[in-house]
């Protein structure tokens, strides 16, 4: 999809999100508009899985449209805050599943995946995804700011412009949360036993 297709496409999503924040429409309204791109988001992280995992594409990105569209009242402001509300659930429903099989003891089944700059990690890991979710947790009990910015940057790869627009901080804020996160977040692996 070109540019001008790609506008076209966050512009339907915007105008259906506030749509659906001024009960004008629902938000099975969103499903058709977000559907691919979800598939996308959710097929990035489950190849970061090894190849034995149970859990399929359209079923995390249906458990995730269970869970964002059922939402009695849902605040997204924009594709931006919906896409990153969708990498929250499927961060918790992977682990959630991973949990259910049992598969928890230092990642169980989860590939290791670099912390590093850029936005996604490389196909040269070294950081166990279940190890990752478990440090989030903890730092997000620490500082959710700080919790939310890494979810946003490293399971989705937003940019920290979309960042600072999802959480109204300025960018800055942003770039230093990510770096103090980061440096964290090593540690936290680190003491764990996670290099």
């Known amino acids: 999809m070109g540019k001008q297709g790609m506008d076209r496409a966050n512009h339907a999503i915007s105008d259906v999100l506030a749509n659906i924040r001024a009960g004008r429409a629902s938000t099975t309204d969103l499903l058709p508009l977000v559907y691919e791109d979800l598939r996308k988001q959710a097929s990035n992280l489950l190849r970061r899985r090894r190849v034995g995992h149970t859990l399929q594409t359209t079923a995390l990105v249906h458990d995730v449209a269970i869970r964002l569209l059922g939402q009695a009242e849902p605040d997204w402001q924009d594709r931006i805050h919906f ?13 959630d599943h991973a949990r259910r099989k049992g598969t928890t003891k230092r990642g169980g089944g989860w590939k290791r995946v670099a912390l590093h700059e850029g936005t996604r990690p490389s196909n040269s890991d070294n950081i166990d995804l279940m190890a990752l979710h478990e440090a989030l ?20 790869g937003m940019k920290m412009e979309e960042i600072a627009h999802v959480l109204s901080v300025s960018i800055s804020t942003v770039e230093s949360d990510w770096s103090t996160a980061r440096a964290w977040l090593s540690r936290e692996l680190r003491k764990g036993g996670v290099t």
Not at 138 to 149: F, Y
């Open 83 to 95: 896409f990153a509300a969708a990498a929250r659930a499927m961060s918790q429903i992977l682990a």
């Open 137 to 156: 947790q903890k730092l997000g009990e620490m500082d959710q700011r700080m919790g939310r910015v890494v979810e946003c940057r490293f399971f989705t």
